[in-house]
């Protein structure tokens, strides 16, 4: 059972191209909803929280859609700098995950190229 | 910013040997976790601890491996026979409590290398 599928990737796009990535999850009771980047052997990092009614953070914007359990991220005018794994993450909600069981998924490799 | 560190960064052991994995949480933290990454594979959990015993643990925190809270500020991993297969990327996290806006801040890894 896959509890975080995404995009396998990799994606390779110039400098200022827009690049969404895409993440179903298998629980419907899933609570919280994460984008996390992670570079070449450095731990993940929180990159934005994903709220229901979508939320967007300068460049990124993410959007999670409940009944389709699906989840984005929106990467706009890429920067050499945005190359990284982009993991997306998901706390499943049963009585484990309120203490911080977090599912993540295999993450999609980004390049940016100049 | 505060961050949680990890020690050692790097550490390559026998097959059957005891290893201990350390982490200092953030200092007003109050749930701990243990994660680990296999090279080219996605994070997993392995276990939550609070209030000074294990929350939750998943299938792969078998009888080999354990937690301690030895003191106010360490948070320690211990696997007691290690196996070719545990070799990976072993994350230690905290965060301040429970609830959505609590987020879980990573240390920086420990990658262990079992030969």
């Known amino acids: 059972r896959k509890e975080v599928e995404q995009d396998p990737g990799p994606f390779n796009v110039p400098e200022g191209a827009t690049v969404a990535f895409n993440c179903t999850y298998s629980?419907?009771?899933?609570?919280?909803f994460f984008w996390y980047r992670q570079d070449c052997r450095k731990e993940p990092k929180l990159l934005m929280s994903?709220?229901?009614s979508g939320n967007e953070d300068g460049r990124f914007t993410a959007q999670l859609n409940r009944a389709s359990q699906y989840i984005s991220l929106l990467i706009r005018d890429s920067k050499l700098s945005d190359s990284a794994t982009y993991l997306c993450?998901?706390?499943?909600?049963?009585?484990?995950?309120?203490?911080?069981?977090?599912?993540f998924g295999r993450g999609t490799q980004l390049t940016v190229w100049p | 910013e505060p961050e949680v560190t990890q020690t050692p960064s790097h550490q390559v052991t026998q097959m059957g040997q005891e290893v201990i994995l350390r982490c200092v949480p953030i200092?007003?933290?109050?749930?701990f976790y243990w994660y680990r990454q296999i090279l080219g594979q996605k994070v997993e959990f392995l276990v939550s601890?609070?209030?000074?015993?294990?929350?939750?643990k998943s299938e792969i925190f078998d009888d080999q491996f354990s937690v301690e809270r030895p003191d106010g500020s360490n948070f320690t991993l211990k696997i007691r026979s290690t196996k070719l297969e545990d070799s990976a990327m072993y994350f230690c996290?905290?965060?301040?409590?429970?609830?959505?806006?609590?987020?879980?801040?990573f240390g920086e890894g420990s990658w262990l290398t079992v030969v």
């Open positions: 996290a905290s965060r301040v409590g429970q609830g959505f806006g609590n987020t879980i801040y």
């Open positions: 629980n419907s009771a899933s609570q919280s």
């Open positions: 994903v709220y229901s």
């Open positions: 993450v998901v706390n499943m909600g049963d009585r484990g995950s309120t203490l911080g069981r977090l599912y």
């Open positions: 200092s007003n933290h109050l749930y």
């Open positions: 601890f609070y209030n000074n015993e294990i929350s939750e």
